[in-house]
């Protein structure tokens, strides 16, 4: 089913986020998360692909499995800045083989080398790869919005431009980014209805796994970490894993609780391959009633 008509029933959608595990620990890890949360019945699910095609085979058999193996609806993430467009056929032409209704168009990360040169018959940008699916393809297409604008963005005004030239291109749906705090994700939403995009926008949420890893991704993805946050955790005992997260999880469904009473389209989780947050979170806001 395409995504676009999981919107149509006005019921919030639930999905997860997974990437392709790349040792024998890291499988061990996920094929359990799989079990976890595949029992949670998400309205869908998706897969991440490296940069430059770096988890191209481990992708596209993550997406077989959860297709094929767990009977979920899945959407294929596409990074495809420097591939050649006849590489970017070859991988949608793999997916549509397997049944995949849905991708989601991304430039992705420029490598290690930065914004280097690259051929002229390459993706450079993600309007591109959403142009290139929209004309040859039949997917439901979704991009990503960024909340706080993407890092590279000189502006938060030129940001929703990129996003607004996106959608015109054919994108059907918006997964955004993670945010710690909600007042970014609805900022995002004004910002698209003045600039005239109707699509769905669905919100983005990073449980905490750990101070480590929050701190990292955050850096990395351009997310504040509040004040609101901050003293929660350094509340808590030093060290104590469990109540990190416990912490972490309330923090969440607090998050998650009031995105749905302001009406939000769905909950996107990235789960980071783990389950016990998203799953803990998951039931609370079930027996809340509010999923």
């Known amino acids: 089913m395409k995504i676009s008509e999981l919107f149509k029933t006005g019921k919030p959608t639930l999905s997860f986020e997974y990437f392709p595990a790349r040792t024998e620990k890291n499988a061990e890890t996920l094929e359990k998360t799989l079990d976890v ?21 481990g992708s596209y058999e993550l997406v077989k499995k ?13 990074a495809a800045y420097g591939l050649r467009l006849d590489e970017v056929a070859a991988v949608l032409d793999a997916y549509q083989d397997l049944g995949i209704e849905n991708i989601l168009a991304l430039r992705g990360d420029l490598g290690k080398d930065g914004a280097k040169e690259i051929p002229t018959d390459t993706i450079h940008y993600a309007y591109e790869l959403v142009t290139f699916a929209k004309k040859n393809y039949n997917f439901c297409i979704g991009v990503a919005g960024y909340p706080e604008g993407h890092l590279e963005a000189p502006s938060l005004e030129k940001d929703i431009e990129y996003l607004k030239y996106k959608v015109d291109q054919g994108a059907d749906f918006v997964i955004a980014n993670f945010f710690h ?40 993805c351009g ?18 894993a469990d109540a990190l997260l416990e912490f972490g999880t309330q923090y969440a469904v607090a998050q998650c609780e009031e995105l749905l009473q302001e009406g939000a389209c769905g ?16 039931k609370i806001l079930r027996e809340k009633g509010l999923l």
């Open 37 to 57: 949360l595949a029992g949670l019945n998400p309205s869908f699910v998706s897969v991440t692909f490296g940069a430059g095609g770096s988890t191209r085979e």
């Open 66 to 78: 959860l297709k094929q193996e767990k009977r979920l609806e899945v959407v294929a993430y596409l």
């Open 181 to 220: 705090d909600n007042i970014y994700f609805y900022h995002l939403l004004e910002r698209c209805q003045k600039s005239g995009i109707t699509v769905p926008v669905i919100p983005g949420l990073m449980p905490v796994y750990s101070v480590k890893m929050m701190e990292m991704l955050a850096a990395n």
């Open 223 to 240: 997310a504040t970490i509040p004040e609101q946050l901050k003293k929660g955790i350094a509340a808590l005992p030093e060290g104590d």
């Open 267 to 282: 909950l996107h989780f990235y789960t980071m391959d783990r389950s016990e947050s998203t799953a803990g979170i998951v």
